[in-house]
């Protein structure tokens, strides 16, 4: 894993231990609002372990917060400017999904994340995980089989789909080729 990569997790962990306790809330209340392991959220509080997209999207629920405003957070920045060589990647453990966050930390409410989900790949996030935010996805390149609750979405390149009400949601990429598309994230005011 690269420096990088390695810092980033740092910094997850530290901010997931910091939006904790600013709660108030021990690892055992995460625990049982995010229906995650207290040892898991203790492992990646301490940056031993990269979280999972799936791990991020619990706790993220629990928090009420989106994960583009975890990882904003966490990356930490400033200015109006977001520079292409200097934006961290984050790379699922699990599937290789690769997440760069590509706006600016502004106090603007929105947010535009970059995803490539390789050929194969398939993540899911729980309709907590939609609830204080609405989204956009505008699929660049390959094909997205997206799932909202009982709605199955096929999307090709250029094709762009605004979600409904919030529902446990599926990013799969069944084809032979990575699929890259932005998440365009519009956070409550």
Same mark, same amino acid.
């Given at each position: 894993?690269?420096?990088?990569?390695?810092?980033?997790? &740092?910094?997850?962990?530290?901010? =997931?231990? =910091?939006?904790?306790?600013? &709660?108030?809330?021990?690892?055992?209340?995460?625990?049982?609002?995010?229906?995650?392991?207290?040892?898991?959220?203790?492992?990646?509080?301490?940056?031993?372990?990269?979280?999972?997209?799936?791990?991020?999207?619990?706790?993220?629920?629990?928090?009420?917060?989106?994960?583009?405003?975890?990882?904003?957070?966490? +990356?930490?920045?400033?200015?109006?400017?977001?520079?292409?060589?200097?934006?961290?990647?984050?790379?699922?453990? +699990?599937?290789?999904?690769?997440?760069?966050? =590509?706006?600016?930390?502004?106090?603007?409410?929105?947010?535009?994340?970059?995803?490539?989900?390789?050929?194969?790949?398939?993540?899911?996030?729980?309709?907590?995980?939609?609830?204080?935010?609405?989204?956009?996805?505008?699929?660049?390149?390959?094909?997205?089989?997206?799932?909202?609750?009982?709605?199955?979405?096929?999307?090709?390149?250029?094709?762009?789909?605004?979600?409904?009400?919030?529902?446990?949601?599926?990013?799969?990429?069944?084809?032979?080729?990575?699929?890259?598309?932005?998440?365009?994230?519009?956070?409550?005011?």
């Amino acid at each position: 894993m690269s420096t990088l990569s390695d810092n980033l997790d &740092r910094c997850l962990g530290d901010r =997931i231990r =910091i939006e904790r306790e600013a &709660r108030n809330w021990s690892l055992t209340d995460l625990s049982e609002r995010a229906g995650v392991s207290r040892a898991m959220i203790h492992k990646v509080e301490r940056g031993e372990s990269s979280p999972t997209a799936a791990l991020l999207g619990r706790l993220c629920g629990a928090f009420s917060l989106s994960v583009s405003t975890l990882m904003a957070r966490a +990356e930490g920045g400033g200015g109006r400017v977001s520079r292409a060589a200097g934006r961290p990647v984050w790379v699922d453990p +699990e599937t290789g999904y690769r997440r760069t966050e =590509i706006s600016p930390a502004t106090d603007i409410p929105l947010d535009i994340v970059s995803v490539e989900l390789p050929a194969g790949a398939r993540v899911a996030y729980g309709a907590d995980n939609f609830t204080f935010v609405r989204q956009m996805i505008w699929v660049l390149d390959g094909e997205l089989t997206f799932t909202e609750g009982a709605a199955v979405h096929r999307l090709a390149a250029g094709d762009c789909l605004a979600l409904g009400p919030p529902a446990d949601c599926v990013f799969d990429n069944r084809g032979d080729t990575a699929c890259r598309y932005a998440v365009l994230v519009v956070k409550p005011a």
